[in-house]
């Protein structure tokens, strides 16, 4: 089981910028997926945006972070980033790592990290 460890969240004000990181155990195997979810109070658990470890495809889902949330990877430091952009009150909530084997769901999770935006 890889272990993930998030960190770079905080209070931001409305339109300021974060960027989370995800640090993985080891390295992970090519056909791993990493992914950002998000979950606010009283809300489920959304998924935002997903990488594949191997070819670096990209894919974000709600709309409500498109152009805004970016995911990206650095190989050599077994970690994935998520830039956040033009913040709003609404993207308050813990910001939640994850990763799996493609096709198997995601089985490993971070501790989650506090994201608050001020307006």
């Known amino acids: 089981q890889v272990q993930l460890v998030e960190s770079g969240g905080g209070l931001v004000q409305t339109g300021g910028s974060l960027r989370l990181s995800c640090v993985a155990s080891e390295r992970p195997s090519i056909d791993y997926a990493l992914a950002w979810f998000r979950q606010a109070p009283g809300k489920e658990r959304e998924l935002l945006t997903r990488?594949?470890?191997?070819?670096?495809?990209?894919?974000t889902y709600p709309d409500s972070v498109k152009g805004r949330f970016t995911i990206s990877r650095d190989n050599a430091k077994n970690t994935v980033f998520l830039q956040m952009n033009n913040l709003k009150p609404a993207d308050t909530a813990v910001y939640y790592c994850?990763?799996?084997?493609?096709?198997?769901?995601?089985?490993?999770w971070g501790q989650g990290t506090q994201v608050t935006v001020s307006s």
């Open positions: 990488i594949t470890w191997s070819g670096g495809d990209r894919t």
């Open positions: 994850a990763g799996g084997i493609e096709g198997r769901g995601y089985t490993d």
